[in-house]
């Protein structure tokens, strides 16, 4: 007998489903998640929040840069953020290789 495939379609489904999965990364909220990350890589955070910070900085000084112009005050700026993210990942690079390598106990 010739299926239709639609048919295929929905025999295949129910035969690839499996029930026993478990579902918990779903049902983590958006903070709960945040925070998970955060405690797995901490220099993530710390390189956004100084990020965050040199650019509001930036942007807090452009009204007394002076006669310096706009585009070199940009530049300095862009440099600062993307230096103190780089020394972030950096540094967690570092951190993660240290409890991986050097701080796990041996068996």
């Given at each position: 007998t010739?299926?239709?495939?639609?048919?295929?379609?929905?025999?295949?489904?129910?035969?690839?489903?499996n029930?026993?999965?478990s579902?918990?990364s779903?049902?983590e909220?958006?903070?709960?998640k945040?925070?998970?990350?955060?405690?797995?890589?901490?220099?993530?955070?710390?390189?956004?929040?100084?990020?965050a910070a040199i650019v509001?900085?930036?942007?807090?000084?452009?009204k007394?840069?002076g006669?310096?112009k706009m585009?070199?005050?940009?530049?300095?700026?862009r440099?600062?953020?993307q230096?103190?993210?780089?020394g972030?990942?950096t540094l967690?690079m570092?951190y993660s290789?240290?409890r991986?390598?050097w701080?796990?106990?041996k068996?």
């Amino acid at each position: 007998t010739k299926r239709r495939p639609v048919e295929k379609i929905l025999q295949t489904t129910n035969m690839s489903t499996n029930t026993d999965v478990s579902l918990s990364s779903y049902d983590e909220d958006q903070g709960s998640k945040l925070i998970r990350k955060a405690k797995e890589a901490p220099f993530v955070p710390i390189g956004m929040a100084g990020f965050a910070a040199i650019v509001a900085y930036g942007l807090y000084k452009l009204k007394s840069r002076g006669n310096t112009k706009m585009s070199l005050h940009l530049i300095h700026m862009r440099v600062a953020a993307q230096g103190f993210v780089v020394g972030a990942m950096t540094l967690g690079m570092g951190y993660s290789m240290y409890r991986e390598f050097w701080a796990k106990p041996k068996p």
